[in-house]
């Protein structure tokens, strides 16, 4: 058919009278379709996996001999051509000129149907909603001014000869009289009042206006809510998200449209760009990696970042909020100011600094004081605890001579026991004279008197002994645990006293 693009092949061609208004024009035409091409991949058999190798035939030889697990395999893989008409004649069909195999297109969808019965909605964007509806709204804006643009706006109704002065009633301004002549009423001259467009058309209006937006899925008051200094910034944000729930669809296929198109044309500077080229726009040697072709890909993760003053605003009100709650300083002003909307903020901020460092300044000193003070008393009770324990050496070594004292005390006591026995013997000669005398029963009751006397005196002699060691064992373990904790915590090493043979105490 005249007039209609022609396909031949994979290929359509536009007729000379096609949307041109000469006839003397050339039509180029760039038509890209899908095929197919022969590829070389590296096949893992352990690991059942292909990759792409995109380094020369040596390269490959030799990463083959050096892997014995890889093996080179010849495989379709889809690619992109490109054909070049000019008018009718065939110019250039070959691979693509860029030098990649993907889709050289990246589309940018907001709305896609592909089930639509009608082509021209199959994709739409975010302005074609909102076309009926501001379609709509002008129609009606149109409409109103007709109406009061289709009657008499001003003038006068009158009488024939009603009016004395009729050259008056067409001028404006001040101090102008309308005389009624004599024979006629005040009600046979009215003024026009212009005729007023009704109410519901301006409400039709504004419903249209917010129609608008309505269909688009922007609500401008969740936006708008974070203006308002009464609202916390948890509900700011709930509000926020409730919009984004609504455009998220689209923000994620924008997102995924860039990204595919930072591919696109990274593939092209890797594919077209030589050393010196890339090394001009980076300002260093390019990596090896870029001349043997082998390129690795990289994620990248994108946070939301403090962009805009409002996003800056809501964090310092966040701050201040979070100060309220702790009921303390949790943030310094010099970090909340900087984030504030205000006039002024540079000189305000260093201002804040300088106090804060001279705070900082005031709170060093006052913890060096109390730091100094601190050691102070503990160094008093370091020397307390130096002289207990020098106390409890000496009453130990005091404790240790006591000892001696009590052996020699002891030795007395044998002594005399010698004596004791010695007056016993005595004691019986003369008792076998006294038996001899005065009987033998008398005899033995003051024998017996004498015997009970010695076993009392040796049981208070245990006694004291074992009370003696026993608190010379106690004086030398309460000796032995203060000079431990005092060497803990003083850092001191003292020796305690040593007694030596002849009972003297060593110095330290």
């Known amino acids: 058919m005249a007039g209609t693009p022609q396909r031949y092949g994979s290929f359509y061609f536009l007729p000379e009278n096609y949307n041109m208004a000469r006839n003397d024009l050339l039509v180029l035409s ?9 590829k070389k991949r590296l096949y893992s058999k352990t690991r059942d996996q292909f990759f792409d190798f995109a380094g020369g035939q040596e390269q490959l030889d030799m990463l083959l001999y050096q892997i014995p697990d890889m093996e080179e395999v010849e495989v379709e893989i889809p690619t992109w051509k490109l054909a070049v008409v000019l008018n009718d004649q065939l110019v250039f069909q070959g691979d693509n ?20 019965n009608y082509y021209d909605l199959r994709v739409r964007g975010l302005v074609r909603t909102m076309r009926d509806s501001n379609y709509l709204l002008n129609r009606r804006i149109i409409i109103n001014h007709d109406i009061s643009e289709s009657t008499i706006q001003s003038g006068w109704m009158r009488k024939s000869g009603a009016v004395a002065n009729e050259d008056n009633m067409k001028k404006t301004g001040q101090g102008w009289d309308v005389i009624i002549n004599e024979g006629y009423e005040l009600t046979d001259c009215q003024k026009i009042q212009p005729t007023p467009v009704p109410e519901s058309n301006f409400a039709l209006a504004d419903q249209l206006k917010e129609l608008i937006k309505g269909v688009s899925g922007v609500d401008l008051e969740n936006w708008a809510a974070q203006e308002d200094k009464q609202i916390s910034s948890l509900t700011a944000m709930i509000k926020q998200a409730a919009n984004l729930t609504v455009l998220q669809k689209y923000f994620d296929q924008w997102d995924q449209s860039l990204k595919t198109l930072g591919e696109r044309l990274l593939q092209v500077i890797q594919n077209n760009w030589n050393g010196p080229k890339v090394q001009l726009m980076l300002g260093e040697e390019p990596s090896p990696f870029f001349f043997s072709r082998v390129f690795s890909k990289c994620q990248c993760l994108v946070e939301e970042g403090l962009l805009t ?54 709170q060093q000193h006052q913890q060096q004081v109390a730091s100094a003070f601190e050691e102070a008393r503990l160094k008093e009770l370091y020397a307390k605890a130096a002289n207990e324990i020098a106390a409890a050496r000496e009453r130990a070594s005091r404790s240790d001579s006591n000892v001696g004292l009590f052996e020699e005390r002891l030795a007395e006591v044998q002594k005399n026991e010698a004596l004791s026995i010695q007056a016993k013997m005595d004691a019986i000669a003369k008792m076998v004279e006294v038996i001899a005398k005065f009987g033998e029963v008398e005899t033995m009751l003051a024998q017996n008197k004498i015997e009970n006397y010695d076993y009392r005196e040796e049981i208070e002699a245990d006694i004291e002994k074992n009370e003696a060691r026993q608190k010379s064992a106690a004086n030398k373990f309460v000796a032995e645990l203060l000079g431990g904790v005092g060497a803990q915590n003083m850092g001191l090493s003292m020796a305690a006293p040593e007694i030596n043979e002849e009972g003297e105490n060593d110095q330290f």
């Open 30 to 38: 760039y038509v890209w379709y899908k095929w197919k091409r022969k």
């Open 97 to 116: 000129p860029l030098g990649f195999d993907d889709c050289p297109f990246v589309p940018v969808f907001w709305n896609y149907e592909p089930h639509n």
């Open 309 to 362: 003053p409002t996003q800056r605003n809501v964090q310092a009100q966040q701050m201040l909020e979070i100060n309220q709650i702790f009921g303390r300083e949790v943030f310094p002003p010099s970090l909340v100011i900087k984030d504030m909307n205000m006039a002024g903020k540079q000189e305000a901020l260093e201002f804040l600094q300088e106090q804060e460092q001279q705070q900082s300044v005031a």
